[in-house]
């Protein structure tokens, strides 16, 4: 159980976890986009394993991601510091519209990409199942994408990934933001924002929080 000054254990659990898997996620998907080039043969067949395994986290975010919503749709979160000018309190707000789209649409266009099966290194579709951790998990690409046309193929894949690499910069861009206001508020502000996701921070009751102006 929570109290009305931080989120609730299974918010904060699926909070970390997401993202440690999102930057997880993004580093591999940064490597082996170069390894999987390489001419060296032993590390272009280590990055076709890290691609399988890049589809099966960004599979997991998705599913976490969605629960992730679910709950925050059931559960009030703790409200914003009172402190905070109408501008912040906005520019809070949308961040965190951001990263559920984000969370959601990164592993979805991923998926579309694959269900595509075009290789742009090739030029051509091929056929590479999408294995869950295990060879015996296959899962289903997408309706509609196997089935098209080798130009509408290309077309959907280059569109899926293109948007697939931008969201990933713009998640690294996101979080650096992120970060960085968590850090202001609790150094600076000394408020309770950064005790909401973790109140082991929690500062004595004596410490009160730094005025800011109003917008």
């Known amino acids: 159980m929570a109290g009305k000054d931080r989120y609730t254990t299974i918010a904060i659990i699926l909070h970390w976890l997401i993202a440690f898997c999102i930057l997880w996620m993004i580093w591999i998907g940064l490597w082996m986009t170069g390894a999987i080039k390489s001419p060296d043969a032993a ?32 559960h009030k979160p703790p409200p914003l510091a009172e402190h905070m000018p109408a501008w912040e309190k906005f520019a809070a707000r949308a961040t965190h519209v951001l990263f559920y789209m984000i969370m959601i649409a990164m592993p979805l266009t991923g998926w579309i990409f694959v269900s595509t099966g075009w290789s742009f290194q090739y030029n051509t579709s091929l056929n590479v199942p999408t294995v869950y951790f295990i060879d015996k998990l296959i899962v289903p690409h997408l309706p509609g994408f196997a089935e098209a046309a080798p130009a509408a193929k290309k077309a959907a894949a280059g569109l899926a990934i293109g948007t697939h690499e931008r969201l990933a910069y ?46």
């Open 43 to 74: 590390e272009k067949a280590v990055a076709y394993q890290a691609y399988q395994f890049h589809k099966s986290l960004g599979l997991t975010i998705l599913a976490l991601s969605l629960v992730r919503l679910a709950w925050r749709l059931t």
């Open 170 to 215: 713009l998640t690294l861009a996101l979080t650096a933001l992120h970060i960085g206001a968590a850090l202001k508020h609790h150094f600076f502000n000394r408020d309770e924002t950064l005790v909401h996701m973790l109140p082991f921070l929690r500062r004595k009751a004596s410490a009160a929080p730094r005025q800011t102006e109003s917008a």
